[in-house]
């Protein structure tokens, strides 16, 4: 009993998601952080870790797909360099910062940009950017996967989700990877 609640509830907010997903692009974040990234890379990451994962600003993406990521990507970045424009911030920096996120990705995962943040390491200023991502798994594979389940769910759940957060620290300048 208590198992078929849980699937119907992550079912029904799976779906729920999925009819609003194009609207999410809009409700991306970008914004200047007054937040100086330490130097050690152990610190500055548990700093972007205490920062960024699991808060309300990235868990309204959380019901996003790896379903067509690619294309996506590209209208997030739009959105993202539209707003870091509008609020005066380097857009050429973040559009260098972005494409290499969407490199990074290669093969193996599937990222979707859902905030920029533009902040600084001593004087060095810092995008740092926040992506939902998962593993881009092979559909044959998916198939696989979604065998044992009931045909009223392959149905309707047929990607996974992007479950994970990651944020990349990139110096605006050189685009150099911080952490």
């Not at 707003?83 to 920096?93: E, V």
């Not at 991502?133 to 759940?157: H, I, K, N, S, T």
């Amino acid at each position: 009993m208590r198992v078929a609640l849980l699937l119907s509830v992550v079912l029904l907010s799976v779906l729920g998601c999925q009819t609003a997903s194009h609207r999410l692009v809009h409700e991306v974040i970008v914004q200047r952080l007054d937040m100086n990234l330490p130097a050690d890379q152990e610190e500055a990451q548990q700093v972007l870790a205490d920062t960024f994962m699991n808060k309300p600003e990235e868990m309204k993406f959380a019901c996003l797909t790896i379903k067509e990521w690619r294309p996506r990507f590209h209208d997030y970045v739009k959105v993202l360099l539209s707003k870091a424009q509008s609020a005066s911030l380097d857009a050429d920096s973040l559009r260098r910062c972005l494409t290499a996120v969407f490199d990074h990705a290669g093969d193996q995962k599937a990222y979707l940009p859902v905030g920029a943040y533009l902040a600084r390491q001593a004087a060095t200023p810092v995008w740092i950017v926040v992506v939902k991502w998962e593993d881009d798994v092979d559909p044959g594979f998916l198939r696989l996967q979604m065998a044992g389940l009931p045909p009223e769910v392959r149905r309707r759940y047929k990607y996974p989700a992007l479950s994970h957060i990651r944020a990349f620290a990139f110096d605006s300048r050189t685009q150099k990877l911080i952490t």
